[in-house]
């Protein structure tokens, strides 16, 4: 079995169907995520300023399964995304402003300048290793959970 897979094993071992864990430990460095799959936890740094927000994933070389970027905007709105100078492939996943997913965007290809837009107002945006939201199951619908979203449809406890 490749590394990809221990570690989307690993990360379905962990975090599936652990919905009281998730509202116990709700961190600036986690997200959590659950739908009709069950629950996925990832380790995330958070882009909350333009500098953050523009540098990305960018020069990355890899990242392991259970990491990924959240991007933070102040309200919701149309956003769109490249990836310029990222290295790897990336699943984009946009939720509005109460976390619930509203698009997947599956495998961006890396060093690709083409406009990947949210096709409705968002206000998070997470970014994942590529292929990994289809393997979870990840979709819209699907319910984001970080103390960052305010009125959140799956808020902190």
């Known amino acids: 079995m490749g590394n990809r897979t221990w570690g989307i094993a690993l990360l379905?071992?962990?975090v599936l169907g652990l919905g009281s864990v998730a509202e116990a430990s709700c961190r600036d460095d986690t997200v959590w995520l659950r739908g009709d799959f069950g629950s996925a936890r990832f380790s995330v740094e958070v882009a909350d300023n333009n500098a953050e927000r523009a540098q990305g994933l960018m020069h990355v070389e890899s990242m392991p399964a259970s990491r990924g970027m959240l991007f933070v905007y102040q309200r919701e709105q149309p956003v769109a995304?490249?990836?310029k100078n990222?290295?790897?492939p990336l699943d984009m996943v946009f939720a509005d402003a109460e976390g619930r997913v509203i698009k997947v965007h599956d495998n961006a290809v890396?060093?690709?300048l083409t406009g990947i837009p949210s096709d409705a107002p968002a206000q998070f945006v997470l970014e994942i290793n590529g292929g990994m939201a289809e393997s979870l199951g990840i979709a819209p619908g699907a319910e984001m959970q970080h103390p960052a979203i305010e009125n959140a449809a799956w808020p902190c406890e």
């Open 12 to 14: 379905l071992t962990g």
């Open 81 to 83: 995304f490249w990836m």
């Open 110 to 112: 890396p060093g690709d």
């Open 86 to 88: 990222t290295l790897i």
